[in-house]
């Protein structure tokens, strides 16, 4: 299991620590590749996989007027998602103004060898460091070179095969692409939040859903319309259909997430559920009136319980 540090103070030098350095946002298939390399050089050197990384994100403290960012994990999802990678340790330092303006020369010596003591650094191919991300790879070599520890960059045809980055995910998932999102990341796309009361029509018509609301404000939400889903409470998991929209049938409002959960009946308001999204069934529409839209979602259950079977 992944033990982790808030805060390089925290930290307690490990013998030949094999490191890497980055925001892993969706810690994809692409930051397994290089999770993967820094594991098998820890066991290779006989020492331990350490993963640097910030909070919050750095764009957040750079660019403080980006309303609009939006990312793929939440910080909870994300440091999972590593120590299942076989990571041993995750450092998470503070990202402040001031940090931000550390020079790259300064974070290696200050951090990654003084408090690290970094035997060995492992980056993807496209990674800089330091203020401005004015740390190229090559003088990353000569600094190695004089500050003896190794350096090792993930190449960028190991990358390429895979075709993934974060930017591509993003945007898969803005478009509803929630197959290819899946695949890039190599899980199922998912978010959590708490269960929360609404105007109780789905029950009405035959088809109850709960209600979600968010626990984290920066979590991305996947397009609008009608999704194949996979549902966790507590430990157990469901079949569902989940919407996300504005309801036009009904009163076409602010934007909400809600899921049918297959052969259900349990009242979990307050609870904690996570969603997992396999596929998009169909753009959200306007019904001339509730029966038509409960038809619809017949059909649509039909269709959720074959897209379910397949994936």
Not at 109 to 124: A, C, F, P, S, T
Not at 201 to 206: N, Q, T, V
Request: proline share 3%; glycine share 8%.
């Amino acid at each position: 299991m992944v033990k982790i540090y808030h805060g390089i103070e925290e930290y307690r030098k490990v013998k030949n620590p094999v490191v890497s350095v980055g925001t892993f946002d969706g810690v994809h298939l692409g930051h397994s590749k290089i999770l993967e390399r820094v594991v098998r050089l820890a066991d290779e050197c006989e020492g331990e996989s350490v993963v640097i990384t910030f909070h919050p994100h750095p764009r957040l403290v750079i660019h403080p007027d980006s309303k609009n960012l939006k990312f793929i994990n939440t910080l909870e999802k994300k440091y999972e998602l590593i120590g299942k990678n076989g990571i041993d340790h995750l450092v998470i330092i503070p990202f402040t103004v001031e940090f931000a303006s550390t020079g790259a020369e300064n974070f290696i010596k200050k951090i990654l060898l003084e408090k690290i003591g970094v035997h060995k650094l492992v980056l993807g191919y496209d990674h800089h460091f330091g203020k401005n991300r004015e740390g190229s790879f090559e003088e990353l070599l000569t600094l190695a070179k004089d500050l003896d520890f190794g350096v090792e960059q993930i190449p960028v045809q190991d990358i390429n095969d895979i075709a993934v980055s974060s930017t591509k995910i993003r945007n898969a998932l803005k478009e509803g692409n929630i197959v290819l999102a899946n695949t890039l990341l190599g899980y199922e796309y998912s978010i959590t939040g708490t269960v929360v009361g609404g105007q109780k029509i789905g029950r009405g018509i035959g088809f109850p859903t709960a209600n979600i609301e968010l626990n984290d404000e920066y979590k991305l939400i996947t397009a609008i319309g009608v999704y194949a889903c996979r549902v966790k409470w507590g430990n157990k998991s469901f079949l569902g259909m989940s919407n996300i929209g504005h309801r036009p049938t009904i009163n076409n409002g602010d934007l909400t997430i809600e899921v049918h959960i297959f052969d259900f009946d349990e009242e979990i308001y307050g609870e904690t559920i996570t969603i997992y999204f396999v596929d998009r069934i169909r753009d959200e529409e306007k019904f001339e009136s509730l029966d038509a839209l409960r038809q619809q979602l017949i059909q649509d259950q039909e269709t959720v319980k074959k897209r379910l079977v397949a994936h």
